[in-house]
Nanobody
Framework: QVQLVESGGGLVQPGGSLRLSCTAS????????MDWYRQAPGKQRELVAS???????NYADSVKGRFTISRENAKNTVDLQMNSLKPEDTAVYYC?????????WGQGTQVTVSS
């Protein structure tokens, strides 16, 4: 019954912004760390940003200063604000909830950065 539902993906021009959102159900959301991953064509899935249950954040070097991860526990949501987007940000973005050995994934949402 665990479900992560993502939204906000789409096509954006270089330099533009996009906000991804992930809504979780079926878990005690406040206990889980929440991550955003992405997988570009022909590449391995990579961790983009993470936020702990306590609100501490970390970012991949490639997105640091451009992306912001946030969570609203009252809404069971985690967002990824993406600014100054580059073509190399093009990927399928996945929401992940994890607690100990438990890990759940969203379906992924396509982000395409192209002129």
């Amino acid at each position: 019954q665990v479900q992560l539902v993502e939204s906000g993906g789409g096509l954006v021009q270089p330099g533009g912004s996009l906000r991804l959102s992930c809504t979780a159900s079926g878990i005690f959301f406040r206990l889980y760390a929440m991550d955003w991953y992405r997988q570009a064509p022909g590449k391995q899935r990579e961790l983009v940003a993470s936020i702990t249950s306590g609100g501490n954040t970390n970012y991949a070097d490639s997105v640091k200063g451009r992306f912001t991860i946030s969570r609203e526990n009252a809404k069971n949501t985690v967002d990824l604000q993406m600014n100054s987007l580059k073509p190399e940000d093009t990927a399928v973005y996945y929401c992940n909830a994890n607690w100990g050995s438990l890990s759940y994934w969203g379906q992924g949402t396509q982000v395409t950065v192209s002129s």
